[in-house]
């Protein structure tokens, strides 16, 4: 029976926090995304079952994986697998990887595979996915190749360049002939890349349209104290202001979500 996939996107990364940061290379999490990557980690409920972790090779991807699944690589003796086929789909400097000899530098004494980070590496990644033994796998990579690896383009510009806001994750699972999976006319290749398919489960939908409930929720009230209170006399306005600004800053759950110009 093909796996499980649980798909998570990394979470919030310099580039993520203003356009002029896109011309870092291969960036890390900031701050805020580490504390993102700290939620994900005790909200994650699947923990106990993950038999594989990969994630694009970049450095964005690599920390969250280590960072959010800590717990899991070490009590599943685990190490997070890096597939070059996970990796963002743009040329701008901050979706461009680091070379293989910088990525063993910065996570060589970490439980990192860096193994298939070669060139000549050329396997499909949902099909090699697809024909792994293990039964639930987490793939981190990147907000804008999670449309292309579902195939589904819903809420595509919800965020700059992505409908998946940072460490957000779905589980998905492969569509089997039986389910309306075409079946392909040509080769044997082409013909496993057609059963590679993915769709997502009903429980990940229900938890999504929950949690934007929940975030729809949040964002009105943050939008509540943060609006400038104008008074006709003046003289208070600053004071007032201030103090608004002061307490939105509580508003972690939306503040985790909040994107400045950012890619995916």
Excluded at 151 to 170: C, I, K, M, Q, V
Aim: aromatic share 6%; hydrophobic share 35%.
């Amino acid at each position: 029976m093909p796996p499980t996939l649980h798909l998570v996107r990394h979470a919030q990364a310099q580039h993520n926090v203003h356009v002029n940061n896109h011309y870092l290379v291969d960036p890390c999490l900031t701050d805020l995304g580490k504390e993102q990557c700290r939620q994900l980690k005790a909200s994650f409920p699947k923990s106990q079952h993950i038999d594989l972790i990969v994630a694009s090779p970049l450095k964005r991807t690599i920390q969250t994986a280590l960072i959010a699944f800590e717990d899991v690589l070490r009590s599943n003796n685990l190490r997070v697998l890096c597939l070059p086929e996970l990796q963002e789909t743009s040329n701008l400097p901050c979706d461009t990887g680091s070379s293989k000899e910088v990525l063993e530098k910065e996570f060589g004494d970490q439980p990192v595979d860096l193994d298939h980070v070669t060139p000549n590496w050329e396997c499909k990644v949902r099909v090699w996915l697809r024909d792994r033994p293990e039964k639930n796998i987490v793939v981190v990579t990147h907000g804008g190749f999670l449309h292309f690896f579902t195939e589904n383009w819903s809420e595509h510009d919800l965020f700059s360049g992505t409908g998946w806001a940072n460490t957000e994750w779905r589980s998905v699972q492969f569509i089997s002939e039986e389910k309306g999976a075409p079946t392909s006319t040509g080769n044997a290749e082409e013909a496993k890349q057609d059963m590679a398919q993915v769709e997502e489960l009903p429980e990940s939908q229900e938890r999504r349209r929950y949690e934007a409930q929940i975030r729809e929720a949040a964002e009105k009230e943050h939008k509540k104290t943060t609006d400038p209170i104008v008074h006709a006399e003046g003289g208070n306005t600053a004071a007032h202001v201030g103090d608004d600004i002061s307490r939105s800053h509580g508003s972690t759950a939306v503040s985790s979500q909040i994107e400045v110009g950012a890619t995916a």
